[in-house]
């Protein structure tokens, strides 16, 4: 018995819709080697610069190189590169080295910061009171302050990090304050470095207007810019209390609250490769051959 045959017409529908099908397939197929492709690519470009990133901190943290360093950031062929941004962080405040011991002349410099700040004197030291109480190891509470509670768990010791301080009772009024976190760190040595510490910071001193334009203008040098090159380098506090015109007694005030030359920096290194950006921050405390590793965010 024979198979019977499809008409021609049939048999050349037939033939067209299977090349339609197929073509469909190939075209679908090449699509998805086509966006395969562009993964890896931009895969390859994140690791690039993320390459970049690594390239820059590790020229940032030679022991030769500082924030006045010249020509830091670096483009190469192909569209890569990094660029660094080094800042002390001895010129903030250490909120740890502030609270620490409950030290009357460090506490009064937390207090006028947050009145800086915008915080009321019922603010201020509802908030310090519960500060105290949050890292305190005891459970006894201060008179503005507050301890266990039944929604409310201070864990008694230092803080950790300063995300940690929107933990705190009472930190509200701070934390919506729009940069808050900027004037402070947990990482330096403790006393504010009077080689780096901004105007403002200078001012929570007690330093006259007049003190203070004086001793920046010598300080940033011929410029008038903080971290650049022509800085002035202060040799000990001995120099810095003279070019802030002090007697001995003037500047025995500040014994214990400040220092020169607090080797601790944040070094944020932005690599690139093409359109692709990773960025790698580090606080680190220099000073010699091997730094010391404080914070590291990527």
């Known amino acids: 018995m024979k198979t019977p045959r499809l008409p021609r017409g049939s048999a050349l529908l037939l033939v067209l819709w299977a090349l339609i099908l197929l073509s469909g397939a190939v075209l679908a197929y090449a699509k998805w080697i086509q966006a395969d492709i ?73 207090k006028l910061w947050l009145e800086r700040r915008g915080l009321d004197y019922k603010q201020r030291e509802s908030f310090v009171d ?5 890292v305190d190891g005891d459970d006894i509470k201060r008179l503005n302050g507050i301890e266990e509670a039944d929604d409310y768990h201070p864990p008694n010791r230092m803080i950790e990090d300063l995300d940690e301080i929107e933990l705190v009772a ?45 001793f920046l203008q010598i300080r940033r040098g011929r410029d008038g810019a903080d971290g650049t090159p022509d800085d002035f380098q202060f040799r000990n506090l001995r120099e810095i209390q003279s070019y802030l015109g002090m007697s001995d007694a003037q500047f025995q005030r500040y014994n ?17 490769s093409g359109n692709a950006t990773r960025q790698v921050e580090v606080v680190v405390r220099k000073g010699g051959a091997n730094p010391q590793i404080l914070l590291w965010k990527e």
């Open 38 to 110: 562009i993964l890896h690519g931009h895969s390859n470009r994140e690791i690039e610069a993320r390459a970049m990133a690594h390239s820059g901190l590790a020229v940032a943290l030679h022991e030769l190189v500082s924030e006045r360093t010249e020509n830091l950031d670096e483009d190469l062929a192909g569209d890569l590169g990094y660029r660094l941004r080094m800042v002390s962080e001895g010129g903030k405040l250490n909120l740890k080295f502030l609270i620490e011991g409950e030290q009357p002349e460090r506490i009064v410099i937390l």
């Open 130 to 134: 519960s500060l105290l109480d949050y």
């Open 170 to 214: 009472n930190s509200a009024p701070l934390a919506r304050s729009p940069g808050w976190k900027d004037d402070l760190t947990i990482f330096s040595q403790g006393p504010i470095d009077l080689s780096a510490a901004n105007e403002d910071v200078l001012r929570l001193l007690g330093l006259g207007d007049a003190y203070i334009q004086r």
């Open 256 to 272: 214990g609250l400040v220092t020169n030359k607090d080797e601790t920096l944040r070094i944020i290194s932005e690599g690139r």
